[in-house]
Every structure is written in C-alpha cells, then in structure tokens.
C-alpha cells in the first residue's frame, strides 16, 4: 500500500494473537505497522513481532526495490514493533539504527546488542535528511514507554506516531464499529494513565502541519485528522466524550442485578437516552474501562463481600483509579444481607481520583429489593437525569 509516491507500508496483520499485551482480547486481530520511506537514503520505520519477521522484511524488500536502505528508525521499543531488528541488521549490514538513548539501553536488554558502531542517537527537535526528504524526531516519554520518539517527514507533512493514535484490530478486515471504539479501549488500557504526558506531545504537534498520520497500530489516518485529534483531546484531558450514565454492577444471586436493571428503566423513563448496563463478571473489563471513561456518568453497583467489596468490582475500580479515572458524577448502590458497607469501601477506593461529584442519593439493598430501596433508585435515577 502506497502512503505516497515515496511512503510505502509494509506492515503486517497478526490473527494469531486472542491476548494483545497477554491481557486484552483481539477478536479481530492486530496490526503491526513498519513503513518505507525511499529517497537517496531510504529509511524504514520500525519493525514487527518477531514471528512475522520473515514476511515483513520480504515486504520492505520489495518496497526498496533491490535498494539497500540507509536507516532503521526505532520509535517505540516494544517487542511487537523491536523484535525484528536483529533480522534486519543481520539482512542489511550497512544499515544504520536511529533511535533514542534510551531505547538503546533497552536494545541491549531485549536483543543483547545495542549496536555502538551502527547507530545514530537522536533527542528531541533532532532531524535526519534523507534526501527529498527530512525527518524531524520528538521526544514522547511516557507515551506510554519512556524511551518513544514520533517522527514527523516534513516534505510530504506526516506525522509517524509512535504507539499514538493506534487501536485494536488487524488492517485486513473490517471494523464494523469503525475507528473510535477500539482506538478508545486501546488508549484507555494502555495509555490512560499517561493523560498529562499524551497533553504534552498533542501541544507539539498542534504546531505542525499533518497530513497523515501513521500509527504502529491500525489503519493510515489521512482523512478529517480533527477528528481523531479531538478525540485523543478529551481522552487524554479526562474529558466527557459521550452524555450517559453507565450502570456497572456485579450481582451473586441476581438481586443486585435487579436493581442496576430498574435504575436503567427509571433512568430512561426519565429522558436519559443513553444507558450502559455492564456486568463485570461477564462483560470485557477492558470495555466495562472504555466506557467508565466515555461517558459522564458512573453508578457501581455491588455487593459488601468479606466485609469489603465483591472482588469484580473491586478489581474494576483498581483499574479506574489506576488510569487516573476523573471528573465524573458517581452514584453508588450497595447490597448485603446484614451490614452492608461497601459503598464506603468504595469511595475510600476512590478517594485518590480527582473532580468527582458524588449522588446524594444513594441506594442501600438487604438482600432483595423492597419498597424503599425501589423508592431510593427511584430518587437516585431522578437526580442522574437532571
């Protein structure tokens, strides 16, 4: 596939994978990116997963046309986009590695070989010509590795990103739901932590002139970049993407599920219409994370379990507050047969997350649903829907 005239990409689709990161669930596989950009010094951006070594470097092979290339950028040094140098160093002797000094040291411990006498340390505002054209690095610490560097061509205005602007999903087949709802789990999973840091590289490339974007996961963006710069906006500032509230619960012997079930109906019945229902025990954590973040409202709904809180939702909140969950409008609705506690438990567990404005209508269940627990989800749906 031509990027342009000179930017060829010679990526490949792994549908091997079910466990991205051994944690995240690919059902439609993932795409690792490496592009060629040929000139008078033909440099070639990152590698791939190691299994597919042999079919990349057959793809940049035919990209070079029988031209042996000058550079290998390394901008992230993720076995999925490292783990293919040792192969290209060995095919392309005279070939050169450009990358950061940290991403050096990590070279060495990943692949016992740094490289001293084959290598180009660059560091932020650094530039490289290639001929027709010229590559100017900035440095991305902590997006989401503290060694990443982005590149951007300046002749033909594309933004290389790094691991940014990437998503779930092999390049071969059709998301149906588009670009947005796996890019959204793939940042909140991977990147969410590091909003501040996201911030800081978004600020740099406000200055530049981008045409395409060319992430090391997913499809080229060369269309409405906006769009997708807006979005990476409100994901990495912790904003509000959608209006609606999300009712994430867990239920042992399905009373706790009940209610969530009757807080969504009241909700609806009171104009709100957009209503999530996520069950932790059998919904993808990872989405049940996508949504927390998504939308501007959140009620956990959970059981007191062990004098504490049921371990799905305790896990679900360990995640939130890992990622720096923030500015939301959070209801509770707790459950237990003879001292229910764990809506306390639950915002000493999210005391650290900053800017959430907490119900003052709250729903406390013993056992089953009565009369006044129904009158307070009632009241709880009403307040959530003004």
């Known amino acids: 596939m031509f990027i342009s005239n000179d930017i060829i990409y010679a990526g490949v689709n792994d549908h091997k994978v079910d466990l991205f990161e051994g944690q995240f669930s690919v059902p439609l596989g993932m795409a690792y990116n490496s592009y060629v950009i ?27 046309k029988g031209v042996s290339p ?23 002797p005279d070939a050169v590695i450009v990358s950061s000094a940290a991403a050096f040291k990590m070279m060495a411990n990943f692949y016992k070989n740094d490289y001293p006498e084959r290598r180009i340390i660059i560091a932020d505002g650094g530039s490289l010509s290639l001929g027709r054209h010229k590559l100017n690095f900035i440095s991305a610490p902590m997006v989401h590795w503290p060694e990443v560097i982005m590149t951007y061509e300046e002749t033909e205005k594309v933004l290389f990103s790094a691991d940014a602007f990437g998503k779930f999903g092999a390049n071969d087949v059709n998301d149906p739901e588009g ?73 042992i012997y399905g009373n706790t599920e009940k209610a969530a079930k009757l807080l ?16 932790l025990a059998r919904e993808d954590i990872y989405e049940c994370v996508e949504d ?44 237990g047969s003879w001292a229910p506690v764990a809506t306390n438990c639950m915002k000493n567990m999210l005391t650290a997350c900053k800017d ?16 006044e627990s129904a009158s307070q989800i009632d009241a709880l749906a009403k307040e959530l829907a003004k």
């Not at 200055?207 to 409100?234: A, F, M, Q």
């Not at 959430?356 to 009369?371: P, R």
Request: aromatic share 14%; proline share 2%; net charge negative.
């Open 179 to 251: 670009w947005a709802c796996e890019a959204r789990r793939y940042y909140f999973g991977i990147v969410g932590k590091f909003g501040v840091q996201v911030q800081a590289v978004l600020k740099k490339a406000a200055l530049l002139d981008i045409n395409t974007i060319c992430s090391l996961h997913g499809p080229v963006l060369n269309e409405n970049l906006g769009y997708y710069l807006n979005l990476y906006d409100i994901w990495s500032n912790y904003g509000v993407e959608s209006e609606g509230v999300v009712i994430s619960y867990t239920s």
């Open 38 to 64: 040929t000139d008078e010094k033909p440099a070639v951006m990152d590698t791939v997963e190691k299994d597919f070594a042999q079919e990349w470097l057959d793809s940049v092979e035919k990209a070079l």
């Open 356 to 371: 959430l404005s907490y119900a003052e209508n709250t729903v406390k269940i013993f056992s089953a649903l009565s009369d």
């Open 70 to 92: 000058a550079y290998l950028i390394i901008q992230h040094m993720e076995p999925d986009h490292s783990s293919s140098i040792t192969a290209f160093m060995e095919k392309y």
């Open 292 to 335: 927390a973040f998504r939308y501007g409202k959140q009620v956990f709904a959970t059981t007191t379990y062990n004098g504490g809180v049921f371990p799905k939702m305790k896990e679900f909140i360990d995640h939130l507050t890992e990622r720096n969950y923030q500015k939301r409008t959070v209801g509770f609705i707790e459950n």
């Open 264 to 279: 969504k109906e009241k909700l609806i019945g009171y104009g709100v219409t957009k209503v999530v229902l996520n069950d």
